[in-house]
């Protein structure tokens, strides 16, 4: 049997995702869904056409019943923030689309894993894992995945090193506030802070490492691309062909994405990211690193913040 993915919106990130997943072999079945299904029959006329040079692959348009049976849904549904609008109306008018998504695609998949991507995401996966009656261990949002990649794509571009070498992560809410617990960074396996007096003599000359401009850069960077071009779409289709190889693959991995808490670090009953084992069989749990107690208080912050906005919601 091949492997079928959903994707739900054919916005901006919808349909690069789907495009993304289309240029890989990690499914042999794509649907995409949207309220406007001439943008959505649009988007694959154009994605299919290009399939040409590679392996055959079916993607189709269609209605939640063509959702059947898929391993993966990717949901991506949702307005972006209008001049003027505050915060939480923005919250509001996501929520409600999700609502209104939800019983519609889980009664056709019921089996699948679910991923997050509208924002807020960490809003959402709670209010989807609140509302959808599938099981915590299939939803995950991809929360600071693509947070965790720009602080570590800015780390590889500083020490000129391989981002693979880079271990640093960001965690708590997508958004504001979150933080970087940077007792537990390590560049090649050792501490960030020591990393400079271990660097070989030919890379000497390496500026010290910006904590704060680190933290504002990876807090800002959509805001900025937003600022430029619009929307931000190609580095968060290719989170979300990771996280799909994660689910897909044969072992379990490692990733920061937001789902639901339950005790760790002291924090329940809120989705936030912190480091979360991901595999085929979805979710299994955190897994708890010794941050300081200046860090934890960080992340309880986080939690607050999403707690304070969730409060303010009708669920």
């Not at 739900?8 to 495009?19: Q, S």
């Not at 890379?203 to 800002?220: C, F, G, I």
């Not at 490692?254 to 595999?279: F, P, R």
């Given at each position: 049997?091949?492997?079928?993915?959903t994707?739900?919106?054919?916005?901006?990130?919808?349909?690069?995702?789907?495009?993304?997943?289309?240029?890989?072999?990690?499914?042999?079945?794509?649907?995409?869904?949207?309220?406007?299904?001439?943008?959505?029959?649009?988007?694959?006329m154009?994605?299919?056409?290009?399939?040409?040079?590679?392996?055959?692959?079916?993607?189709?348009?269609?209605?939640?019943?063509?959702?059947?049976?898929?391993?993966?849904?990717?949901?991506?549904?949702?307005?972006?923030?209008?001049?003027?609008?505050?915060?939480?109306?923005?919250?509001?008018?996501?929520?409600?689309?999700?609502?209104?998504?939800?019983?519609?695609?889980?009664?056709?998949a019921?089996?699948?894993?679910?991923?997050?991507?509208?924002n807020?995401?960490?809003?959402?996966?709670?209010?989807?894992?609140?509302?959808?009656?599938?099981?915590?261990?299939?939803?995950?949002?991809?929360?600071?995945?693509?947070?965790?990649?720009?602080?570590?794509?800015?780390?590889?571009?500083?020490?000129?090193?391989?981002?693979?070498?880079?271990?640093?992560?960001?965690?708590?809410?997508?958004?504001d506030?979150?933080?970087?617990?940077?007792?537990?960074?390590k560049?090649?396996?050792?501490?960030?802070?020591?990393?400079?007096?271990?660097?070989?003599?030919?890379?000497?000359?390496?500026?010290?490492?910006?904590?704060?401009?680190?933290?504002?850069?990876?807090?800002?960077?959509?805001?900025?691309?937003?600022?430029?071009?619009?929307?931000?779409?190609?580095?968060?289709?290719?989170?979300?062909?990771?996280?799909?190889?994660?689910?897909?693959?044969?072992?379990?991995?490692?990733?920061?994405?937001?789902?639901?808490?339950?005790?760790?670090?002291?924090?329940?009953?809120?989705?936030?990211?912190?480091?979360?084992?991901?595999?085929?069989?979805?979710?299994?749990?955190?897994?708890?690193?010794?941050?300081?107690?200046?860090?934890?208080?960080?992340?309880?912050?986080?939690?607050?913040?999403?707690?304070?906005?969730?409060?303010?919601?009708?669920?």
């Amino acid at each position: 049997m091949g492997v079928k993915i959903t994707v739900i919106g054919a916005g901006n990130v919808g349909a690069t995702v789907a495009y993304t997943l289309s240029n890989t072999n990690l499914a042999s079945e794509i649907v995409v869904i949207d309220i406007n299904r001439d943008k959505a029959d649009g988007e694959v006329m154009d994605i299919m056409q290009g399939t040409a040079f590679r392996g055959p692959i079916t993607i189709t348009s269609g209605g939640y019943e063509d959702a059947v049976d898929s391993d993966i849904v990717v949901i991506t549904s949702g307005v972006g923030r209008k001049p003027g609008q505050s915060r939480i109306d923005l919250v509001r008018t996501n929520v409600a689309i999700l609502k209104d998504i939800t019983p519609q695609i889980v009664k056709y998949a019921p089996k699948a894993k679910y991923l997050i991507v509208s924002n807020p995401i960490d809003i959402l996966t709670y209010v989807f894992t609140k509302i959808s009656g599938i099981p915590e261990e299939q939803i995950i949002g991809s929360g600071t995945l693509l947070d965790t990649a720009r602080l570590r794509s800015l780390m590889s571009d500083h020490y000129q090193v391989n981002q693979r070498n880079c271990h640093a992560f960001v965690f708590g809410e997508h958004g504001d506030s979150s933080f970087v617990p940077w007792s537990v960074a390590k560049v090649s396996g050792v501490p960030l802070h020591l990393y400079a007096e271990q660097m070989p003599e030919a890379m000497l000359n390496v500026e010290p490492w910006d904590y704060d401009y680190a933290e504002k850069y990876v807090r800002t960077s959509g805001g900025e691309i937003i600022k430029r071009k619009g929307a931000t779409f190609y580095a968060i289709a290719e989170a979300v062909k990771d996280l799909c190889k994660t689910l897909l693959s044969a072992y379990d991995s490692v990733k920061c994405v937001s789902t639901m808490m339950h005790g760790e670090y002291g924090i329940d009953d809120v989705c936030l990211s912190c480091l979360t084992v991901l595999g085929p069989d979805g979710c299994k749990g955190k897994i708890k690193l010794e941050l300081t107690d200046e860090e934890v208080v960080k992340l309880h912050h986080s939690a607050n913040v999403l707690k304070d906005v969730i409060a303010q919601l009708d669920i």
